[in-house]
């Protein structure tokens, strides 16, 4: 079954780190396009950041300099390391497949990972 | 950065009727780059048209989308119970890769 399971959520302060991971059991995550989503409490959907299959990155104004995505093809694992993260970070964060161009949209979401940022 | 606009904020129908979703551009999208997702509350969003035109796979033919340029529209031709939720369209023309606010779709 192709899926997407989240984990690395939790807690953390203004300033601190948080890795979240995104494991692909059912297929390649090198691939295909990947990317994260977020969602504040309460608000719509905010994207987050792609890595294309051929490596290239891109992010949101928002998070740009602070979050790195990245994968590991033995694992078959996408991943986003968040670095001083701030409040306004405190969200639901998806991982999601484009599929192998920009043209298919996001076909297969993860079940979410919450992150709350508190001082 | 492209902003997407869609309207109205919130839809109010009853089971059965039409429901008609705009999303609109600050610039041109190619057709090929917009999508329209579902999401109900606590779950993920449901891809339902990519391509401007295209549905997903299993996504049930009442749900049609349409549009170029800057103006995209997502019909729900007949309401179902489980169509009442929020709806999102999004570009992939340019990075960011941009959401629309959200339309609420709720039973009158």
């Known amino acids: 079954e192709v899926q997407l399971v989240e984990s690395g959520g939790g807690l953390a302060q203004p300033g601190g780190s948080l890795r979240l991971s995104c494991a692909a059991p059912g297929f390649s995550v090198s691939s295909n396009y990947m990317t994260w989503v977020r969602q504040a409490p309460g608000k719509g959907l905010e994207w987050v950041s792609v890595i294309y299959s051929g490596g290239s990155t891109y992010y949101a104004d928002s998070v740009n300099g602070r979050f790195t995505i990245s994968r590991d093809n033995s694992k078959n694992t996408l991943y986003l390391q968040m670095n001083s993260l701030r409040t306004e970070d405190t969200a639901v964060y998806y991982c999601a497949r484009l599929g192998n161009s920009r043209r298919g949209g996001m076909d297969v979401w993860g079940q979410g990972t919450t992150v709350t940022v508190f001082s | ?108």
């Open chain 2, 1 to 108: 950065e492209i902003v997407l606009t869609q309207s109205p904020g919130t839809l109010s129908l009853s089971p059965g009727e039409r429901a008609t979703l705009s999303c609109r551009a600050s610039q041109s999208v190619s057709s090929s780059y917009l999508a329209w997702y579902q999401q109900k509350p606590g779950q993920a969003p449901r891809l339902l048209i990519y391509g401007a035109s295209s549905r997903a796979t299993g996504i049930p033919d009442r749900f049609s989308g349409s549009g170029s340029g800057t103006d995209f529209t997502l019909t729900i031709s007949r309401l179902e119970p489980e169509d009442f939720a929020v709806y999102y369209c999004q570009q992939f023309g340019s990075s960011p890769f941009t959401f629309g606010p959200g339309t609420k779709v709720d039973i009158k």
